[in-house]
């Protein structure tokens, strides 16, 4: 059974930082591009960070660029996402994906709240 649980969301101030996990079961972890997305209330999901299968080659957001970090354990299945510096405007649900050709996983999400 395919699982991604996501972990490490929770409310912190602004300037703060918080470390989501993203843990995988279930299918051939190593195989597969991760990335992060977030929604926020009344807005459409959006990319946050992807990371290639092997760890080589990573992509950002443009508004969060210099201040999240992506990076995987391949060992551990499990994926990462570093976020310092929070704002406000990164107050959402995130959430995990796995894609490897036509096979496409989604985690359930941790929410992230910036806020004084």
């Known amino acids: 059974q395919v699982q991604l649980v996501e972990s490490g969301g929770g409310l912190v101030q602004p300037g703060g930082s918080l470390r989501l996990s993203c843990a995988a079961s279930?299918?051939?972890?190593?195989?597969?591009?991760m990335s992060w997305y977030r929604q926020a209330p009344g807005k459409e999901r959006e990319l946050v960070a992807a990371i290639s299968s092997v760890g080589g080659g990573t992509n950002y957001a443009d508004s969060v660029k210099g201040r999240f970090r992506i990076s995987r354990d391949n060992a551990k299945n499990t994926v990462y996402l570093q976020m310092n510096s929070l704002k406000p405007e990164d107050t959402a649900v995130y959430t995990c994906?796995?894609?490897?050709?036509?096979?496409?996983?989604w985690g359930q999400g941790t929410q992230v709240t910036v806020s004084s």
């Open positions: 279930g299918f051939t972890f190593s195989g597969y591009v």
């Open positions: 994906k796995a894609v490897r050709s036509s096979a496409v996983y």
